[in-house]
């Protein structure tokens, strides 16, 4: 599996999937000792060169402390993430997204997503 090639300070990436035109990931941060919040970035600013300087408003997104794993899955599913490509996903989570991705019921995502994971 291929990781995010770019730390991001303080947070760990939770799931990272990318598309031609960007990505979208969901990272965790710690709020304490025992807890910890998600948050989700989309990007899809390597499409800046493609647009007119007033369309680049709407190509970079970040919307922090949602308090939970299915809380930030519910939030990402307004986007088809399980039909882009994984390039990242925690080793904690891997359960859980093959869980949500077994749930669709599309065969051909669960084979690739299972084949990309080494599940």
Known sequence: ?????????????????GGEGGSLTLVRYPVSDETWEFAIIRDETTLAGFLEEGEMADLFES?????????????????????LFPLAVHPEYVKEVL???????????????????GS
């Open 1 to 17: 599996m291929k990781r995010l090639s770019g730390k991001i300070p303080g947070r760990e990436i939770v799931l990272q999937v």
């Open 63 to 83: 919307q922090n402390a949602i308090s939970t794993f299915d809380d930030a899955i519910k939030l990402m599913n307004k986007y088809p993430w399980q039909y």
């Open 99 to 117: 869980s949500i991705i077994d749930r669709m019921g599309d065969p051909c995502a669960k084979d690739r997503w299972q084949h990309l994971l």
